[in-house]
């Protein structure tokens, strides 16, 4: 591995499902973050962490649920997908949650229909 | 509220210069980042600024105004590849990343 990955690339889902977004880092980095990106809009934060077994909500968490049991891993989980979480979804990390750069996964993208 | 304002769309020729502005309100500055975004890609990172004045890395330069709440990225010497999506983003007082909608770039021959 290097640097982060995502998994799935992409996925259709029903409305109501359960369905986990995987993202791995192996730059030992601190912080890690998940984002959606849709069109028109800008990038927004849903859930982040600063460090493992931290986390913290964004601009838009209700819906999301994430977890940091180690450095490496900060899985997505959406609890009963709705069509309203149909978007591209980012996961990110930087060496610390200051003002470094963030580092951004391939991306999954997600329709729920 | 938080808001950060750029150019939906800009065109420009190869071999040209293009300027990229960005205009931001948020709840405090720990400074302002450019990245990168091609079509169906991640975003990469290009530039930060803290302080005032302007930052230059080969082709691309970003300068900053705190006064003001703007920035711009300045792109000299314009290929083919740089065509792709920029988008400014500022770090706000709790260390969060607010992103402007991003300027896509076309670029002709």
């Known amino acids: 591995i290097a640097g982060i990955t995502q998994a799935p690339t992409s996925q259709i889902l029903a409305a109501g499902r359960r369905m986990t977004l995987r993202c791995t880092q192996d730059?030992?980095?601190?912080?890690m973050y998940w984002y959606r990106q849709d069109l028109g809009l800008g990038l927004r934060l849903i859930h982040y962490?600063?460090?493992?077994?931290?986390?913290g909500k964004g601009e838009v968490p209700d819906g999301y649920s994430v977890s940091r049991a180690n450095t490496d891993d900060f899985p997505l989980t959406l609890a009963s997908a709705v069509p309203s979480q149909t978007s591209v979804y980012f996961c990110?990390?930087?060496?610390?949650?200051?003002?470094?750069?963030?580092?951004f996964g391939p991306g999954t993208r997600l329709t729920v229909l | 509220g938080q808001n950060i304002d750029q150019p939906t769309e800009m065109t420009a020729t190869e071999g040209a210069i293009v300027q990229i502005n960005c205009t931001y309100q948020?709840?405090?500055?720990?400074?302002l980042f450019w990245y990168q975004q091609h079509a169906g890609e991640a975003p990469t990172f290009l530039s930060y600024?803290?302080l005032d004045g302007l930052e230059e890395k080969g082709r691309f330069s970003s300068f900053l105004s705190r006064s003001k709440g703007y920035s711009y990225l300045l792109l000299k010497e314009l290929q083919m590849k740089d065509s792709a999506s920029y988008l400014c983003?500022?770090?706000?007082?709790?260390?969060?990343?607010?992103w402007g909608a991003g300027t896509k770039l076309i670029i002709k021959p």
């Open positions: 990110a990390s930087s060496m610390s949650s200051g003002m470094d750069e963030q580092f």
């Open positions: 730059m030992r980095h601190n912080a």
């Open positions: 962490s600063n460090t493992a077994g931290t986390t």
């Open positions: 948020t709840s405090g500055f720990n400074g």
């Open positions: 600024n803290v």
């Open positions: 983003a500022v770090m706000d007082s709790n260390y969060q990343l607010i």
